[in-house]
């Protein structure tokens, strides 16, 4: 099944977002943060108690690519690896593009 997504410009309303979802018993292991700013990523994912995608969410030949790839890219082959088709691939990158968080839930039925 796709992931859900859900997208934020305010770090506070995604914070509310996980403790919600967390509520209604979504597991906190299902949902991953991505921005544009790996610095972003990495204080709102720790802030929020969420995932960032790493090494285990991705084919290591894909993890290994993304050393060698520019940040649209990389951030696309993510997606790609939570589950997005190629084409919304792209349109959420572009979304990051302009400031927006993006919080994905990698199990929207729970």
């Known amino acids: 099944m796709k992931p859900s997504v859900k997208e934020f410009k305010d770090d506070t ?3 509310e977002e996980v ?5 209604k018993g979504v597991s906190k292991d299902t ?4 921005s544009h700013d790996d610095d972003r990523t990495d204080r ?3 802030s929020v108690d969420a995932n960032k995608v790493g090494l285990s ?3 290591l030949s894909t993890y290994v690519g993304n ?3 520019k940040k649209g890219d990389e951030l696309r082959a993510k997606f790609q690896e939570l589950g997005f088709p190629e084409q919304e691939a792209g349109d959420l990158e572009e ?3 302009h400031g927006t968080i ?4 990698t199990n929207p039925d729970v």
Do not use: P, T, W
């Open 95 to 97: 979304k990051l593009d």
């Open 31 to 34: 949902l991953y943060v991505l």
């Open 13 to 15: 309303k995604l914070k």
């Open 44 to 46: 709102v994912a720790d």
């Open 57 to 59: 969410e991705q084919e």
């Open 67 to 69: 050393i060698f790839r």
């Open 102 to 105: 993006l919080l994905v839930n």
């Open 19 to 23: 403790k919600s979802l967390a509520e």
